[in-house]
């Protein structure tokens, strides 16, 4: 039987706001247990709700920035359910009616056409509190430091139909919320995180399948493994006779395997009602205008820059502009001159390989744009190849000395001269005969793949600072032996 996979994602998106959405607690990260919630948040009685102003207006450059329609009038609910870091017993939510209504997300595979995935809502709500686990033995302890973060809660449509669209597309919300500012977008520290919901069918049945939730992963690499695992799973509980239970599940990273939390409830078993606490919130269109008119740079109007003003693909372009500080430091270095296709080529190779080895941010990269760019501008006028420019680049990591200081150096300035070439190659030539000989035996579409390893004769001959172009022309002129 072939499968089909739906996917739906609900993306938790914490907003960067100095104080809580109903109180004036600090949401600073980091802070002692229980040092930052006051007597609402702890869910005293009498205490009352104030709404924090900026939470609406974060959620409105949202909706905004994914062409939603951003409501006038939103209410809050109440979401009835007893967890020991939720001293109130409910979550102050927004069902019925939420802030921002039927948006989309466009995403493309590398390949493959441009998938519109559908937004149907984003809401805002309040973060629950911790259960710490690690320093008490055989007891938990509560931090309600985050209870009452604001948060808003963007649930997609069930159009995702496989792990790497679930990536795609949390990475794209990822980019809109980071450009926006208002989110950090940390996912070590809980920022942005996703509950996935999974389910299988025979593909061309219209009916879902029953869905599993698989809850709060934290990476863009965790969700990929996790929602494949959980696919796995399923089909193979079915193909043995088995049936898919609705659930919420875990994702175990150590095991690579999602493992039940518990039976999934259902929107009744809630008991939602409307918050008597909480007026219903009205934004004025003046208001709405205002805002809109104050949204930056978006990553999709970006990347369409960066092609125009830079040259790179449209592929570079998405990739750049995927993380903004990515994007950031590219037009950095092609604003100090350097060539912009070689530059994205270089910022998305070696210095994302830094970023993912060091696990550090950007900003420490020792490697700055104005650094990156003068070696580009090196490659690009030839005083470098290829290889002598990884070398220079692996210098530049642990040496802060000038590009052409670190050429001198190391002696890596690319030999362009084809008397000096030539004279190379032919000392390769004469050592070689067999190879020659079976070379000039050889049809032409297998001499294309035995030319290497006389470039590679060469190129270590002349210390891998020959000009590589140089030697392919002059190579193939001298091993016709004519």
Not at 158 to 183: M, Q, S, T, W
Not at 288 to 304: G, K, M, T, V, Y
Request: charged fraction near 25%; charge should be negative.
């Amino acid at each position: 039987m072939i499968w089909e996979t739906v996917i739906g994602l609900e993306i938790h998106t914490q907003l960067a706001t100095d104080s809580k959405i109903f109180s004036g607690s600090s949401t600073r990260y980091g802070a002692e247990p229980n040092t930052q919630a006051n007597m609402l948040d702890l869910g005293l009685p009498g205490t009352l709700p104030v709404p924090n102003e900026r939470a609406f207006e974060y959620a409105a450059m949202f909706g905004m920035a994914i062409d939603a329609v951003v409501q006038t009038r939103s209410t809050f609910d109440r979401k009835n359910y007893f967890y020991p870091d939720l001293p109130k017993g409910y979550q102050t939510t927004q069902l019925f009616h939420p802030i921002v209504e039927h948006g989309h997300i466009d995403i493309q595979l590398e390949g493959q056409d441009v998938r519109r995935i559908g937004v149907t809502r984003a809401h805002l709500e309040e973060d629950a509190g911790k259960s710490l686990h690690e320093d008490f033995d055989g007891m938990t302890g509560i931090d309600l430091n985050r209870a009452g973060t604001p948060l808003i809660e963007i649930v997609s449509e069930p159009d995702l139909r496989n792990a790497r669209e679930a990536v795609a597309y949390l990475k794209k919300i990822h980019g809109i919320v980071r450009a926006l500012g208002i989110c950090d977008g940390n996912m070590a520290e809980g920022s942005f995180r996703c509950d996935a919901n999974v389910s299988v069918r025979p593909k061309g049945q219209a009916e879902f399948g029953t869905r599993v939730e698989v809850k709060n992963i934290n990476s863009f690499k965790f969700v990929e493994k996790a929602i494949n695992h959980e696919i796995e799973r399923q089909i193979e509980l079915i193909e043995d006779g088995g049936t898919v239970v609705q659930e919420t599940r875990l994702y175990d990273p150590d095991k690579d395997e999602t493992r039940s939390m518990r039976s999934k409830e259902e929107a009744n078993d809630y008991r939602y009602f409307p918050c008597p606490d909480l007026l219903p919130v009205v934004l004025t269109q003046d208001y709405l205008d205002s805002i809109r008119a104050r949204l930056p740079e978006l990553p999709e109007a970006r990347a369409q820059r960066l092609v125009d003003d830079y040259q790179v693909t449209d592929y570079d372009a998405r990739v750049l502009t995927a993380e903004g500080d990515m994007a950031d430091y590219f037009e950095s270095a092609a604003a100090a001159g350097a060539n912009g296709k070689l530059t994205a080529n270089w910022v998305m190779a070696a210095v994302s390989a830094w970023l993912n080895e060091s696990d550090s941010p950007l900003s420490q990269c020792p490697v700055q744009p104005p650094r990156l760019a003068a070696l580009v501008k090196r490659i690009d006028d030839q005083t470098l190849n290829s290889k002598g420019a990884k070398s220079v680049w692996e210098a530049m990591l642990s040496d802060d000395a000038e590009v052409d200081a670190l050429i001198d150096r190391l002696g890596l300035k690319q030999v362009t001269d084809t008397g000096a070439i030539e004279a190379v190659v032919d000392q390769v030539i004469a050592a070689n005969p067999g190879q020659v000989e079976g070379y000039r035996a050889a049809e032409p579409d297998k001499q294309g793949k035995m030319v290497g390893f006389f470039v590679g004769q060469v190129m270590k001959a002349s210390g891998g600072k020959a000009n590589p172009q140089a030697v392919n022309k002059i190579l193939r002129e001298k091993l016709k032996g004519e």
